[in-house]
């Protein structure tokens, strides 16, 4: 092959060499359908260990080729050489739960699960992307084969990778939720047994074989229902971790005793209203652990929990991570109502959430607007100040390349897949504080919510399972009667958790970080906004926490890499 191929998933070696057999392979993978693929691909005298997940990906390529990932249920990020082919065949999970970064020249191939990893190359360059940091300021989300680097490219989730003798990649999308037809049949009853019975295996497939298994505990409805399943399965073999949050009103702790009184339990509580975010856990720390993301929305508050897990020699932690996106619906229902002249039930939907000139504009007259339309409105209503307007005024959200809106069959439908789909998903995952933590204490994170399995179940359900009279999460309800305290398994309200981030930017000097703003002179933020962002802040009247929040964290990466560079600099010469 014309490059020289590099594979580092946790270990560096170079991947022609590994060994003799017919596919050299290597992986960061965790496979949960083993019982299912030891049938299917008659693997004999198994003896079953989680960690020995190349057995099934090997022997999935060896019978199904190129198309093996569909039949993997899973985090994957794997790569294996064909020497018969002649090609380098790579995959990630559907939903890109384990991340997978590469850079490709004429001279190398080289990929990671880690970018720590990738860097240690002296080869690859470490280049700020700076339309990745306009996007990033802008959406808080990066298209999906961007990195924060020039140069560095993830493959996207749901994708496969080829690169073959004439150097070229080849990338294929093998996972196209939109084509999942829909079963208006089903009943609600019918739907929450079938949700009871795969959300128990999306669960139990992801406990560790011996160890004692750690469970969030938010006491929201999705952790609580996670938590509640593995105690069962595991005749109360779990240690649960919460957060609490003293005096502010994000914190949830009659929810938490509610369920650990239900379930005989006491959790590990670790109070973030009193992290130190000045000095222990403060941006320093943040940019140590996890140098390649700059840090937006609560990343930092997983630590200390995280450092309580370790110090409980807690492996693997299951998380509620994917309730809101499978199982929350979508208000848009309300529109294909309209669209569809069901009338009745327009106006059920329309009346429980209230007669209001807010909700008469989006549900009744935006749905009747084209696109044009919609664009010469908002563009009026910000030359007229009645609508926020954008930081970078000639930086367009690009649409997800997976959605042809020509396939769905639904507004409510579109926006189940398109959450999954959407750039900002795959930013937040790559990006997430749970693979810093796993470098720094050695702790998986996996997510019962995110089964493959159980997403295109719940894919496949009628709108109103998911949202229904300003309800979310409505067959969710529905499954857990008798296994949720009902106060946790009825309440409607969410923790928001905005106060941590002041307290965050409160530990940072930010008059003097943006005493000379780089992302001013790049172009990422106009100085007036800026100037407006910093004046809200001094008087406490923030209108957009998250926003400021990001830009503040745009600056803070952006220095230290190019104080990086200067060291580095130092150091040749």
């Not at 619906?329 to 039930?345: A, E, P, V």
Request: net charge negative; with cysteine; proline share 4%.
């Amino acid at each position: 092959m014309g490059a020289t191929i590099i594979v580092q998933f946790y270990g560096i070696y170079y991947l022609a060499d590994k060994s003799k057999n017919d596919f050299n392979f290597s992986a960061d993978a965790s496979i949960y359908n083993q019982t299912e693929l030891i049938k299917t691909l008659q693997i004999d005298n198994y003896t079953k260990n989680e960690k020995n997940f190349e057995t099934f990906i090997l022997k999935s390529y060896e019978k199904w080729q190129e198309a093996s990932p569909e039949y993997l249920v899973g985090d994957f990020s794997f790569a294996l050489y064909d020497k018969e082919k002649e090609q380098l065949f790579c995959a990630r999970d559907h939903l890109g739960i384990r991340p997978f970064y590469y850079y490709h020249s004429k001279d190398l191939f080289a990929f990671s699960s880690d970018l720590d990893m990738l860097f240690s190359l002296t080869d690859i360059p470490k280049k700020p992307n700076i339309a990745s940091m306009r996007s990033l300021a802008e959406h808080r989300s990066i298209d999906h084969d961007k990195t924060m680097y020039e140069n560095i490219k993830r493959l996207p989730p749901g994708h496969s990778l080829t690169l073959k003798k004439d150097g070229i990649l080849h990338i294929e999308r093998y996972w196209k939720p939109e084509l999942i037809k829909p079963d208006e049949s089903i009943t609600l009853q019918d739907a929450a047994q079938q949700f009871n019975t795969l959300f128990a295996e999306a669960v139990r497939c992801r406990l560790p074989a011996e160890d004692t298994v750690g469970c969030e505990l938010s006491g929201g409805l999705d952790s609580s229902s996670v938590c509640s399943v593995a105690h069962r399965l595991t005749n109360g073999n779990i240690a649960a971790f919460s957060m609490r949050f003293g005096e502010y009103g994000c914190d949830e702790g009659p929810y938490i005793k509610a369920v650990a009184e239900n379930l005989n339990i006491t959790p590990t509580e670790v109070s973030i209203d009193k992290v130190d975010f000045k000095n222990e856990y403060n941006m320093d720390f943040n940019y140590r652990v996890g140098p390649h993301w700059p840090v937006f929305l609560t990343y930092t508050q997983l630590f200390p929990v995280a450092k309580a897990v370790h110090e409980r020699n807690i492996k693997v932690v299951l998380t509620g991570q994917g309730g809101d996106h499978i199982m929350s619906g979508s208000r848009r229902m309300i529109m294909d109502y309209l669209k569809t002249y069901q009338w009745k039930n327009f106006f059920r939907e329309l009346s429980a959430l209230g007669f209001t000139k807010k909700n008469i504009k989006n549900y009744l007259l935006i749905p009747l607007l084209n696109k044009k339309q919609k664009d010469i409105i908002k563009s009026i209503l910000e030359k007229l100040h009645l609508r926020e307007p954008t930081i970078n005024t000639g930086l367009q959200k690009q649409p997800s390349p997976y959605n042809d809106t020509d396939t769905f069959y639904s507004e409510a439908f579109e926006h189940d897949v398109t959450i999954l789909n959407d750039a900002g998903f795959s930013t937040v995952f790559d990006s997430s504080a749970y693979h810093a933590a796993r470098k720094l204490y050695g702790i998986e994170y996996r997510h019962p919510f995110f089964d493959i399995r159980l997403v295109e179940f719940m894919l496949s359900l009628p709108a109103e399972f998911k949202y229904s009279q300003n309800t979310i999460k409505v067959l969710l309800r529905e499954a857990m009667k008798g296994v949720l305290p009902e106060t946790v398994r009825e309440r409607k309200d969410k923790a928001e958790f905005s106060e941590t981030i002041k307290d965050q930017l409160d530990a940072i000097d930010v008059e003097a970080l943006f005493g000379n703003a780089s992302i001013v002179d790049l172009g990422i933020v106009s100085e007036e906004k800026l100037d407006t962002y910093l004046t809200q802040y001094g008087d406490n009247a923030l209108s957009h926490t998250i926003s400021f929040w990001t830009l503040v964290n745009l600056e803070i990466w952006l220095k230290k890499i190019k104080t990086e560079e200067r060291q580095n600099f130092s150091l040749l010469h």
